[in-house]
């Protein structure tokens, strides 16, 4: 069936560092990726999104990567700041009119 | 609103109880989705609404679960006889349309069934 998962359930980071967050998917015939921040107590928040003609998109201190070759996503964070620390998701539209999550990587910024 | 309102924001019930979580999506959108959340977990998809299409169910774990969206904004989510393993954040989100996967989400529904 599809599938979205992780690389890693926690990672931490030195404050100041860039921290780099991985996700896989199944289908070959995905054609739209999305990540979202989690904070305690609230509902997931956009970040970035990408669609499958393109390989690289680029926000505010953020980064989305997409290699349709092995299906891999990621989401950099340059510059990390303490806000940052947070539940991240991707997230991927197989086609079906709704999205498939991961099931997060939990982002720890050291002071 | 500005945002995706949802409540209540925090839910205590007894085994075997009903219970109804309400979700107001942001005007105009005409998507409407209801995703679950245990902890620890990622989002789990339980019922998807587009305009006046019929909905999409297929996420719905079992007949204890209904969901509704009245003329065309408002939406209930209804658990029968609620069990424990029901317990969860139960979260909605909208989108303007079914082309436009961006969704936004509000803060969820904390369901706890002792």
């Known amino acids: 069936g599809e599938s979205v998962g992780l690389h890693l359930p926690t990672l931490s980071v030195q404050e100041g560092d860039n921290s780099i967050i991985n996700c896989a998917y199944s289908?070959?015939?995905?054609?739209?990726f999305i990540w979202y921040k989690q904070e305690s107590g609230k509902g997931p928040q956009f970040i970035i999104d990408i669609r499958s003609n393109m390989d690289k998109r680029q926000g505010q201190r953020v980064t989305v990567l997409l290699n349709k070759t092995v299906k891999h996503l990621s989401l950099q964070i340059a510059a990390t700041q303490p806000g940052d620390s947070a539940v991240y998701f991707c997230?991927?539209?197989?086609?079906?009119?709704?999205?498939?999550f991961g099931t997060g990587t939990r982002l720890t910024i050291i002071p | 609103g500005a945002g995706v309102s949802q409540s209540p924001s925090n839910k205590v019930t007894e085994k075997g109880k009903d219970v109804e979580l309400r979700c107001d999506p942001i005007s105009g959108h005409t998507a409407l989705y209801w995703y679950r959340q245990s902890l620890g977990q990622g989002l789990e998809f339980l019922i998807y609404?587009?305009?006046?299409?019929?909905?999409?169910k297929s996420g719905l774990p079992s007949d204890r679960f209904s969901a509704e969206r009245t003329g065309g904004s408002v939406s209930t989510l209804t658990i029968q006889r609620t069990q424990q393993e029901d317990s969860a954040v139960y979260l909605c989100a909208s989108s303007l349309d079914s082309l436009n996967e961006k969704l936004f989400f509000g803060s969820g529904t904390q369901l706890s069934v002792l």
């Open positions: 997230a991927v539209n197989f086609g079906n009119e709704k999205l498939t």
């Open positions: 289908n070959s015939a995905s054609d739209y």
């Open positions: 609404f587009q305009g006046n299409s019929a909905p999409d």
